[in-house]
């Protein structure tokens, strides 16, 4: 981390136990990430004695190169019931945790894969004079109507009868239309065959 993390205590009395808690939670953030630039953590009594929730709030901000900032708030509303300011610290943190996974594989263009969305449609019927088709899913021969301006990464032009796609739908005034539509077989070939 470049600059050292920043720890406040608002209406907190500041212990080795709280301090030792969040500088462990800090290094454990930076096994994920290691290109944070700031950390400050903010812990607070927010209320006194607060007829729901907890008296405590604990807010992480965090800077990320290259200019990222990611902020995490727990604080008395958000329905969880706490009586200790420790378990409170230990689910900002795994929020930050989360946040800070997410970014890292943005930023390393990682993509989950789920092998059985590989292809869930075949192009079934095609009219490119007209910009739009309809896929045929996989599992049930269900038909979506697709136009030239869903097809991902300007690939209509790629698409021909039998081409391998995933999409995503939603309902139109006609019925399913695709919102989305990829690729997913290898360029040129086709799987399967149109009716």
């Known amino acids: 981390m470049k600059l050292p993390p920043q720890i406040t205590y608002r209406g907190i009395n500041k212990t080795d136990a709280l301090e030792n808690l ?8 930076e096994q994920f990430c290691d290109h944070i630039n700031s950390c400050r953590v903010a812990l607070e009594k927010a209320q006194e004695n607060p007829s729901s ?23 008395p509303d958000q329905g969880k019931q706490y009586t200790d300011l420790e378990p409170m610290i230990r689910d900002a943190f795994d929020a930050a ?18 092998p059985q969305q590989e292809m869930v449609a075949v192009v079934s019927e095609l009219f490119p004079e ?13 038909e979506v109507y697709f136009h030239r301006n869903s097809v ?26 695709a919102t989305t539509v990829q690729i997913v077989n290898k360029p040129g070939e086709t799987v399967g065959k149109g009716r």
């Open 22 to 29: 969040v500088n462990e939670k800090i290094a454990k953030l």
């Open 152 to 177: 991902l990464n300007g690939n209509f032009e790629r698409i021909h009868v039998g081409t391998g796609v995933q999409f995503a739908e939603t309902m139109g005034q006609m019925g399913p239309q």
């Open 53 to 75: 929730g907890s008296p405590y709030r604990v807010r992480i901000d965090l800077t990320i190169a290259p200019s990222h900032e990611l902020a995490v708030v727990k604080s």
């Open 97 to 114: 945790r989360r946040q800070v996974i997410e970014l890292n594989d943005r930023q390393q263009g990682h993509i989950k894969e789920h």
């Open 130 to 142: 007209q910009d739009y088709g309809f896929i045929k899913t996989v599992d049930t021969g269900r």
